[in-house]
């Protein structure tokens, strides 16, 4: 009996104990801080090279839309060396060119049911009221001129889609493996040919 009670009030090596329970969650929260902090930089670094590219882009009216594009990647590319995708994925930029500022956002609806969309008139009901911005008759998403890099004096809004896997995958699992960043720049190209 008296063994057993020496043993009961025996507080040796209790702090190696409570640390082993306690470390796994604490490792996580400290690995999960620097991969957070890791995305953020690389989502950072993403929204400053589509401007910086979008920019060099919009300033290149006398190239081919073929070579600003090529030009575009190879820009965000680069400063995206850091963050190297997984294996499999890659940078996607999608371009949409429009005639003026005003055409890259849809035009202004009530949105009368709450349903965040426009209801057209259908089946004898009138449909949602909406500013028609170009007096067209007609509700209009955007108005953009193609999926391209445009025209001289065209606005174009560039996205850029990268894949940044985690610095601490077993913190996320191989449910989460990579997030996708995206960051968007919309310029004005040049009015004029530089050359």
Same mark, same amino acid.
């Given at each position: 009996?008296? /063994?057993? %009670? ?9 702090? !190696?104990?409570?640390? !082993? ?13 620097? =991969?957070?902090?890791?995305?953020? &930089? ?8 589509? #401007? ?8 290149? /009216?006398?190239?081919? /839309?073929? =070579?600003?594009?090529?030009? &575009?990647?190879?820009?965000?590319? #680069? ?7 997984? !294996? *499999?994925? =890659?940078? $996607? ?9 005003? =055409? ?8 009368? +049911? *709450? +349903? ?5 008139? !259908? ?12 007096? +067209?008759? /007609? ?16 606005? $174009? ?6 894949? @940044?896997? %985690? ?15 995206? #960051?968007?720049?919309? @310029?004005? +190209? ?6």
């Amino acid at each position: 009996m008296s /063994q057993l %009670h020496a043993l009961r009030s025996d507080a040796r090596g209790i702090a !190696a104990v409570e640390f !082993a329970m306690i470390a796994p969650a604490l490792i996580a929260l400290i690995c999960g801080t620097i =991969d957070i902090g890791y995305l953020y &930089m690389a989502q950072s670094s993403l929204t400053g090279a589509v #401007a910086a590219a979008a920019r060099e882009s919009a300033s290149t /009216q006398e190239r081919s /839309q073929a =070579d600003r594009d090529t030009t &575009m990647r190879a820009r965000i590319t #680069a400063i995206m060396t850091p963050f190297r995708p997984p !294996a *499999g994925r =890659d940078l $996607v930029i999608t371009t949409t060119a429009y005639k003026k500022f005003g =055409d890259t956002r849809p035009e202004d609806y009530t949105d009368s +049911n *709450g +349903n965040g969309r426009y209801d057209p008139p !259908a089946g004898g009901k009138p449909g949602e009221s909406y500013v028609d911005r170009n007096n +067209n008759g /007609q509700w209009d998403p955007a108005l953009p001129t193609g999926n391209d890099t445009g025209g001289m004096g065209d606005v $174009v809004s560039y996205t850029a889609t990268y894949p @940044v896997p %985690h610095l601490f995958a077993f913190v996320f699992g191989s449910m989460l493996p990579y997030v996708e960043l995206k #960051a968007t720049s919309v @310029v004005r +190209n040049e009015p004029v040919k530089t050359v």
